[in-house]
């Protein structure tokens, strides 16, 4: 658990900072323990549940109750199955755009810090060459926004600290 009493999620360390949780007074219709987060992120499941607590995300419960993924598991093929199952079904995802791609590195998943504008990808030089040598020009890159559209979307490899990144727009 963290200080602020969340499950820690080492393939998304600060998902309050990155909008996949938010405050909420009501208590956990899964676990019925009172709530301080509830998950705002998407949901890939047969039916439409109420969000869950983040307990209920770290420990797998609420995946295994309605057969649910918090994130597509196509951008993990190749990994080891357990390290799919963590992510998709034991980490919370994040909202994007269009489908969400989750980055890797090292043969394992990255870390989601969370989404970024141009100006907060000045300060992960890696992460911005990456993107630039995709679409060629900054032009493009200046209009990335945090909450706008085209929105960057920003990983660290957990092994060696590569700063990845990568975009979608509505």
Do not use: K
């Not at 009172?34 to 890939?44: E, H, L, M, N, Q």
């Not at 992960?124 to 559209?149: I, N, V, Y």
Request: proline letters at 8%; charged letters at 25%.
């Amino acid at each position: 658990m963290t200080d602020a009493g969340l499950p820690t999620f080492r393939y998304h360390p600060d998902p309050v900072g990155s909008g996949s949780f938010e405050l909420s007074p009501a208590r956990c219709p899964y676990c019925g323990v009172d709530r301080t987060y509830v998950y705002t992120g998407p949901v890939y499941a047969i039916d439409e549940p109420d969000p869950p607590c983040p307990r209920c995300i770290a420990d797998g419960s609420f995946a295994a109750r309605f057969a649910a993924e918090f994130t597509d598991a196509a951008a993990l093929a190749g990994l080891d199955a357990d390290i799919i199952d963590e992510v998709t079904r034991r980490t919370p995802g994040f909202s994007g755009w269009q489908q969400e791609q989750w980055m890797t590195h090292c043969d394992d998943a990255a870390a989601f810090l969370g989404p970024v504008a141009y100006e907060e990808l000045l300060s992960h030089p890696q992460a911005l060459e990456l993107l630039r040598s995709e679409e060629g020009s900054d032009d493009w890159l200046q209009g990335l926004s945090r909450d706008g559209s085209p929105t960057g979307y920003l990983f660290r490899c957990r092994h060696c600290g590569a700063e990845l990144a990568n975009w979608d727009v509505d």
